[in-house]
């Protein structure tokens, strides 16, 4: 058995203790609602240590803050379960009681049964769930080729067109701070696109003084860019930065509890 | 030049004294003396070599790694290169680790294992030309080789190249502390108004009026991400809200372990408010782990159920955009909160209020009011007025042409 530092070290921080925690706590119903704190504190140390201290036991490749890492994997598997069985128990509630859009679980439930029999039908077949051996796509690729990426790509591509009428109700020129941004937001517009030479196209004499005035537009677009807007966003950084910060020490030290449906603070 | 002497000296040594030597080596790494090349390119006179040649544990890492500085010779050609070798346990033999151009004059081993002995040796090599230690008469001439003394890499206790980090991160730790205990002491403390969080009782009591649902959005990211924390805080006191009002709630998840996270704040909310009875499992749901499933999902629910108010808080990407539009849509009056800026202009293009960086991390404070959480708020205040100030002393500084003031904040 290996028993290194790093290892053993997390075996007592995350298994004796909340162990030990939760049987004292079923008689202190007050100490079992601290034990998750006191998780948190040690989840939240480690790393930060690990930040200052390059140690092979704490911070190495297989150090204490990178089999964190690996668990939190872990946990969110599980935690998938527990998601999984949430839809599907949703679902037949809405059927059972044909409650408003109960077709569409019916469609839902459909789909999660079938992609899922397919997929574990591939890994206990040893087919796997991409390709068969003759080269065609196995069912469960089929479904996500045909059907899912299709349905993605469409979502996606909904965004142009929502992009246009944010930008439309944003540019409205009501108050003078709209009016600068409409005029920021049509100069980086224009200086993004080749839109003098296009206007430029069909009058050859013109065309010299559209490259020089497309260019002119493309340094002013980066200035604008990188100077008022990059400060503005740097601004926006460093406060969250140090928003951050600050929640972080309150999660750490317990004082910030909302997370964990113990109320805000005390 | 002791090293080039002893590496010259050893180099006459019989080839039955190599095994003998290595042995010495491992066992006493700090007296043994370097093992020559088997073979080796002769060493040319006219060809100068590289001096103060050292190897040394790179400092502050988790080990593995070895820092060899040395000096380049004046007058060495562009074209030259300084070959660096290695003479490694077992067997102690050189082996060309890498070819260095002029002016570099550092190269970190990165393929060292901590505890393992060992020397290391540098010679020029005119004209780019590797010098092939099997291949003796085919093989240029070479400067003299130049030998360090036994060395070994190990991890540190402590990151010397973080120290400004660590002493601001100690400096912040102080004035958060600082300003709770202040807030303890039952001292006022202001913060200035935050329009979006103002909105969120009128938002809710909108709902309330008309009847309808308030869905609450707290992003796409996992509870590892700072914002979504930030998140499920803010949602403890929309849920204490709707609890306190008796409207619905809905928040569709996209991450499990949000999912999970947010499910114990609203029944924690519902509990400390006393109506237990009002809570439903239904009211937190998941819904799938892909980003734009998730997002056809909760946009079809926003307009099959119209919801009277909207809450987009957490970490968002590109589905920000559509969800906040197909909200807009249906005439949900919408509270939207992001610390990253890339989401933001969506944000505050489409919803009524944003809650813009800082602000979505003060909101728990703001909204609770619990003391210790403003003396929080507080500390962030401070040190951002301490950033301005070291922000302003480094525009008069740089301008006087002190280029070391930014060298002391910069972090690797």
Known sequence: MNLEFGRVTLFVLFMLIPIVGIALGVRAPALRSRLPLLVAFFAGTIPILAMYIPKNFLSGPQGMSSRLDQWLIIVAGFALLLGIVNVIQNGMRKVSRRESGWPFSVVLLTGLFVTGALGIYGAVSHQGIGFLPDGRSTPFKWIQDSMFLPLQATIFSLLAFFMASAAFRAFRARNLEATILLIAGGLVMAGRVPLLDLLAAPFPALHASAAAGTQTLGKLTEWIMDTPNGAAQSGIIIGAALGAASMAIRVILGIERGYLGLGGGE | ?412
């Open chain 2, 1 to 412: 030049m002791r090293n080039g002497v002893l590496s010259r000296a050893s180099a006459r040594l019989p080839r039955f004294a190599a095994p003998l030597l290595a042995s010495l080596l491992f066992l006493h790494p700090q007296t043994a003396v370097a093992i020559a090349p088997e073979v080796a390119p002769p060493p040319s006179p006219q060809i100068p070599a590289a001096t103060l040649f050292t190897a040394k544990d790179r400092p502050g890492d988790s080990g593995g790694a070895v820092l060899l500085t040395w000096k380049d010779p004046p007058g060495l050609g562009p074209d030259a290169r300084l070959e660096i070798r290695r003479a490694e346990p077992p067997s102690f033999e050189w082996t060309p680790l890498q070819l260095v151009k002029p002016g570099e004059e550092r190269y970190v081993d990165e393929s060292a294992k901590d505890g393992s002995v060992y020397r290391y040796e540098i010679r020029v090599v005119p004209q780019g030309a590797t010098a092939q230690p099997d291949s003796l008469a085919a093989a240029p001439a070479t400067g003299p080789p130049l030998v360090t003394e036994p060395v070994t890499s190990h991890d540190d206790w402590f990151r010397v190249d973080r120290t400004n980090s660590l002493i601001a991160s100690i400096l912040f730790l102080i004035i958060l502390l600082a300003s709770i205990s202040v807030a303890k002491s039952g001292k006022h403390i202001f913060i200035r108004r935050i329009a979006g969080l103002n909105a969120v009782d009128e938002a809710i009591g909108r709902a309330t009026e008309i009847g309808k649902k308030v869905m609450y959005i707290p992003g796409i990211q996992s509870m590892d991400e700072i914002q979504t924390i930030a998140s499920i805080a803010i949602l403890g006191h929309v849920a204490r809200s709707t609890a306190r009002y008796g409207t619905d709630l809905d928040v569709p998840n996209k991450d499990p372990l949000t999912f999970v996270s947010a499910r114990e704040a609203v029944r924690g909310a519902y509990l400390a408010e006393g109506r237990p009875d009002l809570y439903r499992e239904e009211m937190v749901n998941y819904v799938t782990y892909d980003q734009f499933a998730y997002t056809a999902a909760v946009s079809a629910r926003m307009v099959r159920e119209r919801p009277a108010a909207i809450f987009l808080i957490g970490y968002f990407f590109a589905e920000s955009l559509i969800l906040a539009e197909m909200g807009q849509s249906t005439g949900a009056i919408q509270i939207a909160g992001q610390a990253d800026p890339t989401q933001l202009p969506f944000f505050i293009a489409t919803c009524d209020y944003t809650l813009i960086g800082e602000e979505l991390y003060a909101a728990s404070a703001y909204l609770s009011r619990e003391p210790v959480l403003l003396g929080s708020t507080r500390a962030q205040d401070i040190a951002k007025g301490i950033l301005i100030v070291l922000g302003l002393l480094g525009i008069v500084v740089t301008s006087l042409g002190l280029s070391w003031f930014p060298d002391l904040f910069k972090t690797k």
